[in-house]
């Protein structure tokens, strides 16, 4: 039962560090596209 909660809870913590780093990386793509659209014009 202990293992279980802990596995559940450690799964839940990757999720949500793989989810922000998600965002972040097409945060800084986005800024970089947006930064070479903007050189290219």
Request: aromatic share 2%; net charge positive.
């Amino acid at each position: 039962m202990l293992v279980t909660a802990i596995l559940s809870v450690v799964m839940r913590v990757v999720n949500a560090t793989a989810y922000a780093n998600q965002i972040r990386a097409e945060r800084i793509l986005n800024a970089h596209l947006a930064r070479a659209g903007n050189k290219l014009d």
